[in-house]
């Protein structure tokens, strides 16, 4: 009974997760993930049915063969959801100080309370793991074999095996978040709290990135026969699959085709046996992966385990030696008043140290790293004589990926860093504030700006040439900046510390800013590609850009912030209830 | 609405070639004689209908600790946030050494130490940034500040931990960087609402004599507090607050005669205690022996 109720109370904490809603209701955000994953399994199955359903002559071995490709999608996009789960409770996945707090003066023995915990943890995974696999289970195996003569006990193995496979490859993954995190808090002890932050942010990076590379990186894992694509963790749960369904789907009996279909059929049957061959092995990797993944996450939970935690205020940090050579040379150069440092410091431990702020950034962060590669890997590996025979997608590459972090960084500003501590804030705040917007807007573009651009210039200049890249990377600090102005020239609180205030409804304006976005960033490419031809229309391009940096930045001077209004978002017609 | 420029007083940033103290003691000598440093004059407060803080007003000199007492929901907190600004008054007027402090917020912060009683600070940010942060937004010339800060954080015992995250920090070492942070910039008034909530035995004492040094310079205290014993050891004079409204104001000594009672204790439980401690106690005591 005690179990139970431990056991339903760690899951409770679940809930209050910082991360994902903060000082908002937990369960709104937990039953949108939900219905969210059933309804991609759901959406995915039909979408990928839809081949099946229409086939005119449906045959064994070309079915066999489409399937397999299906399920490496399902087992690829369910691994991934899985370790986001994962990494976005990631404080939850152990116990913690606030559960010694509240549980350590209780009469119950540790083991009881590390027992709950560890039950909580694998009922979050497998409630998941549920939700994304199991319409997919449903709907694809019988949807494609509808049209074949298949009997019903068969029809069921294939359900039961695809929710078997995509279950365990999602536990999988779960499992191996957890593991590296619980085998980092066993190898750093008490120093893991300082680089956990900055793992989970890392993961959240990578993971998202992965995702939205996920064609790119299926199209390469589905050709089986290449000795990498068997390094891929989802194609050993494919062999999983192959393993245990065997040729169900392919031993079915063809009937009477056509002669051309039936050649192809032949073929189709062929390259079916010889994938089969090549990954029905790594069946054993998968089950030794898995195996591997949650005894590892296991013993390292009860080891970290062995000890309920402590609070950390006792430990010691380092000691200040002073201002580190970033300040200096910030305080010397960029923000020299101290309204502009605060506003510059301010707006990138709140970017990067911040949870909520810090997952905006890592998902704009992974959204930019995938749109990069895609269009990079694309480009030619050799510098053109010529501007004009540079794609524009290359010149798009830098544009899309400063527009979308600069999208992200635009929306983190918006969200309060704490409310209550804004009080002091508040109090503290006897400057300019327009000042401080300044720092905001220099922290940004040292932020965010000027390692997006750093980081592209070596692929440019691989792709474009050395001269192109620099003066395509003096464009992009231009262009961002200008962004950024332009971003804070109606901006009448603060950010990181006014209420926050909800955009429009995402659902309606988001499809209309997207589709705009990626026209303007298309003209913009082409515009900038024209101008780079001769450094006369390069420097006239520049003179523009500039202008629309400066431009705002004059207009503000004559719009002094107000107290008043630059802390609380005025009340809207909507969130006005004239109570009182 | 009020515009961030400075008006009347003297802008105390970093371009300032004097630190704050120095024109700040010259006005003292200036306008000691006429004015109370702080007068709050009958404040109101309503928060959908209900009269939280009702026609309140007193003075609080310079050199003068002046306890604020009241039981639980008395309104002292939100008295003292409108003293802040932070909430604006239903009615009723802060003056601050003489003029209207909506005529200039900007001037009378820069004058104006505040502990809440909430421990509220960014819980990503170490106790030496939060405090810098506060340093800059104060325009406070940047290495006087660092060194003021790297001693006030040794001094009160926070030099091992001031490079921590303030997540980690317990309820009395926040407490401890909000006290820094109220005394960073040398103001003339300090507000403290409960500042001893967390803080260990040492501390409370340094805080308590610290209280009474800064008075003893010519700083305002206005200190509102649960430990009467402290309130009794540190106010010049005492204002009790009860249901909103002032129900008592007079020195520790004056209200204990007037009263007849021997401690601040006694006076206190005569003017806001409505129900007999010493009996809640026993009945407490009955319920938690109680079985089914």
């Not at chain 1, 912030?561 to 005025?570: E, G, R």
């Amino acid at each position: 009974m005690g179990d139970r109720l431990l056991t339903r109370h760690f899951l409770q904490r679940f809930l209050e997760n910082d991360l994902l809603s903060p000082e908002a209701d937990g369960h709104d955000a937990i039953a949108m993930v939900w219905g969210g994953l059933l309804t991609l399994g759901l959406f995915l199955s039909v979408v990928m049915s839809l081949k099946f359903v229409f086939m005119p002559f449906q045959s064994p071995g070309r079915t066999a063969l489409l399937a397999i490709d299906d399920r490496l999608t399902f087992i690829a996009i369910g691994m991934i959801v899985m370790a986001l789960v994962a990494v976005i409770t990631w404080d939850g996945l152990s116990l913690d100080p606030r559960d010694t707090a509240i549980l350590g003066p209780l009469p119950i023995e540790r083991g009881v309370i590390v027992r709950a915990k560890l039950r909580a943890v694998g009922l979050l995974a497998s409630g998941f793991a549920l939700a994304i696999s199991s319409l997919s289970s449903l709907f694809h195996p019988v949807l494609m074999v509808a049209k074949l003569p298949i009997g019903l006990l068969p029809a069921f193995a294939l359900i039961l095996i695809h929710l078997t496979v995509t279950l365990a490859a999602a536990l999988f993954a779960f499992a191996s978040v957890v593991a590296i995190r619980e085998v980092l808090r066993a190898l750093l002890g008490v120093r893991f709290i300082r680089i956990s932050a900055g793992v989970q942010a890392l993961l959240i990076v990578a993971l998202v990135t992965s995702f939205l590379l996920l064609p790119v990186i299926l199209s390469r894992a589905g050709r089986f026969e290449r000795r990498d694509a068997s390094m891929l963790p989802p194609v050993w749960f494919v062999g999983l699959h192959e393993a245990l369904a065997g040729g169900i789907v392919a031993g079915l009996p063809r009937g009477a085709l056509p002669v051309s279909i039936a050649r192809q059929e032949d073929r189709d049957a062929k390259r079916y046996r010889d994938i089969a061959v090549s990954i029905r092995p790594l069946a054993s990797w998968a089950v030794t992966a898995l195996t591997a993944s949650l005894a590892i996450a296991s013993l390292a939970f009860f080891w970290n385990s062995r000890r309920l935690p402590l609070p950390l205020a006792g430990n010691r940090a380092a000691r200040y030696r002073g201002p580190g050579l970033f300040t200096r040379v910030v305080t010397l150069t960029v923000a020299r008043r101290p309204a502009t440092r605060a506003g510059f410091f301010f707006t990138l431990q709140c970017m990067f140290r911040s949870g909520p702020h810090r997952v905006v950034m890592a998902g704009c962060i992974a959204a930019s790293i995938a749109v990069s590669t895609v269009f990079l890997m694309t480009g030619s590996g050799s510098p053109p004589g010529d501007v004009w025979s540079v794609p524009v997608y290359v010149f798009s590459t830098q544009t899309i990926a400063l527009v979308l972090l600069l999208a992200g960084f635009s929306h983190v500003m918006r969200l309060p860093a704490d409310l209550r501590a804004s009080r002091l804030f508040r109090l503290a705040c006897v400057g300019d504030p327009s000042r401080f917007l300044a720092g905001v807007r220099r922290g940004a573009f040292v932020g965010i700006v000027l390692p997006t651009i750093l980081l592209l210039l070596l692929p440019h200049v691989y792709l474009v040439g050395t001269r192109l890249a620099l003066m395509h990377a003096l464009s992009g600090c231009l262009l961002g900046s200008a962004l950024i102005s332009l971003r804070t020239l109606r901006m009448r609180q603060l950010p990181f510390v006014a209420s926050y205030a909800p955009a429009g409804d995402l659902n309606t304006v988001g499809p209309a800013v997207l589709i705009g976005g990626l026209i303007a960033v298309s003209i913009f490419s082409r515009i900038e590609r024209f101008a780079m031809a001769d450094v006369g229309s390069a420097a006239v391009f520049w003179a523009i850009l500039a202008a629309v940096i400066v431009s705002p930045l004059a207009a503000r001077r004559n719009m002094l912030l107000d107290l008043p209004t630059a802390f609380d978002v005025p009340a809207t017609g909507a969130t006005r209830l004239d109570l009182g | 609405m009020s515009s961030m420029v400075e008006r009347n007083w003297p802008p105390l940033t970093a371009s300032t070639p004097s630190w704050p103290r120095q024109a700040s003691c010259v006005r003292m000598k200036v306008s000691a004689m006429t004015h109370p440093l702080l007068e709050a004059r009958h404040l109101t407060k309503r928060f959908h209908g209900i009269t939280v803080v009702d026609d309140v007003s007193f003075v609080v000199n310079r050199g003068e600790v002046v306890g604020y007492l009241g039981p639980n929901g008395s309104g002292k907190t939100t008295t003292g946030r409108i003293l802040t600004g932070l909430v604006e008054p239903s009615s009723g007027s802060v003056f601050f050494d003489g003029r209207n402090v909506s005529d200039d917020p900007i001037g009378y912060r820069r004058r104006l130490g505040y502990v809440p009683e909430e421990p509220t600070l960014y819980p990503f940010l170490s106790a030496r940034e939060q405090l810098r942060l506060l340093g800059q937004l104060r325009e406070l010339p940047a290495a006087p500040t660092e060194r003021k800060m790297t001693a006030l954080l040794e001094l009160f015992g926070m030099a091992d931990a001031a490079e921590q995250s303030i997540s980690a920090y317990s309820k009395g070492m926040r407490q401890k960087v909000l006290i820094i942070a109220a005394l960073l910039h040398d103001p003339d008034l300090l507000i403290f609402d409960e500042p001893d909530s967390g803080l260990d035995v040492t501390t409370s004492l340094v805080l308590r004599h610290l209280v009474h040094t800064l008075a003893a310079r010519g700083k305002a205290v206005l200190y509102s507090s649960h430990v009467l014993e402290a309130v009794e050891k540190l106010c010049t004079r005492v204002i009790v607050l009860h249901r909103g409204r002032i129900v008592a104001q007079d020195t520790v000594q004056q209200l204990r005669t007037l009263m007849s009672h021997e401690s601040l204790e006694d006076v206190f439980a005569e003017l806001v205690l409505e129900t007999n401690p010493e009996q809640t106690a026993r009945d407490i005591a009955d319920v938690v022996a109680s079985r089914g």
